[in-house]
């Protein structure tokens, strides 16, 4: 990016950035959690889970469903489950959803 691009354009690559970053990283999590597996599989372990546990989800993440995380979610014994009004897979501080993240990340927090 050149000292001279313009506001618009650094914020455009930007986004480009940031956009093939959530693809790196949702391609990723689909190896461990999707259709690409690969062979690992925690479901099994999640009941073992003895400590306060809050899980969110977007609701329209596109990387992995929000009744994946809601059923993985249902396996941990006294969990929190919260639906975000998101597409994105990792909330980024631009998304509105995201003061709603750090909101119920604070009240979990606070007990």
Partial sequence: MSSSAT??????????LLG?????????ARKVFGTDRAGVDVR????KVVVPTLVTHSRGDAVACCKMGREMAAEV????F???PSNKHVLL????????LLGE????LAG
Avoid: K, W
């Fill in 82 to 84: 919260v639906t975000l």
């Fill in 7 to 16: 506001r618009d354009e650094r914020r455009r690559d930007r986004r480009s």
């Fill in 20 to 28: 093939a970053i959530e693809h790196d990283r949702a391609v990723g």
């Fill in 105 to 108: 990340i604070q009240a979990f």
């Fill in 93 to 100: 501080d631009s998304e509105p959803a995201h003061a709603r």
């Fill in 77 to 80: 014994p006294g969990m929190r």
């Fill in 44 to 47: 099994d372990l999640l009941p």
